[in-house]
């Protein structure tokens, strides 16, 4: 037989095969479902972390709120009384743990002039994180109330991305530290004296 007469017959199979394959609609479901389970899966994983972080980040401020108020109905507290905090901070934050829990309370008196300074200050080691006198700059200026006083409570976690696949981020990237303070004013007499602190 003739190649050149072959020719046309074996082009003419193979268009027909290749038309056939064209109009074959089978297994389209599952070519578009390949294309498109990467990026649900994305969605999903993006949603919880957003989520897990945006409930971290509310227990952070819940908790901060908490403990200055906590300490503005006190007249008088202690380290050890200041202490109890961390067990406030630990409940408030349930069900989760608070990695790299730290608090620090800070008593800030504000004199005739509206200059916030800080007369007493502790923190979850029972150390003084600010120096007495020491001129307070966060203080919002509608609080700047001449001859009044404040506590300022300040907490700060780091929360770790849960399902972040190694190697996508770099490790600083993994952890976020989130931070809230919040001021309140005392509740009973005209200041709050910390014995110890």
């Not at 297994?27 to 971290?56: D, N, R």
């Not at 007249?75 to 901070?89: E, F, H, I, N």
């Not at 008196?109 to 020491?134: C, E, F, H, K």
Request: charged fraction near 15%.
């Amino acid at each position: 037989m003739d190649a050149s007469a072959a020719q046309p017959g074996r082009m003419t199979g193979i268009l027909l095969r290749l038309r056939a394959l064209w109009q074959d609609r089978s297994g389209v479901g599952a070519v578009e479902f390949a294309l498109i389970a990467p990026l649900l899966l994305c969605l999903y994983i993006t949603a919880f972390e957003l989520t897990i972080g945006l409930s971290m980040s509310k227990r952070t401020t819940r908790t901060a709120s908490t403990v200055a108020d906590l300490v503005t109905q006190q007249s008088s507290v202690t380290p050890t009384v200041l202490a109890t905090m961390k067990d406030v901070a630990n409940s408030l934050f349930a069900p989760y743990s608070p990695q790299n829990l730290t608090i620090k309370i800070t008593g800030i008196t504000i004199d005739a002039s509206g200059n916030p300074t800080v007369a007493w200050s502790w923190d979850q080691l029972n150390g003084r994180p600010y120096a007495v006198g020491t001129a307070v700059t966060s203080v919002p200026t509608d609080m700047r109330t001449p001859s009044t006083f404040l506590v300022r409570a300040e907490i700060s976690v780091t929360h770790q991305l849960f399902m972040v696949m190694p190697g996508l981020l770099p490790s600083q990237l993994k952890t976020i530290t989130m931070g809230r303070q919040y001021f309140y004013r005392q509740r009973v007499g005209t200041s709050i004296a910390c014995t110890g602190c």
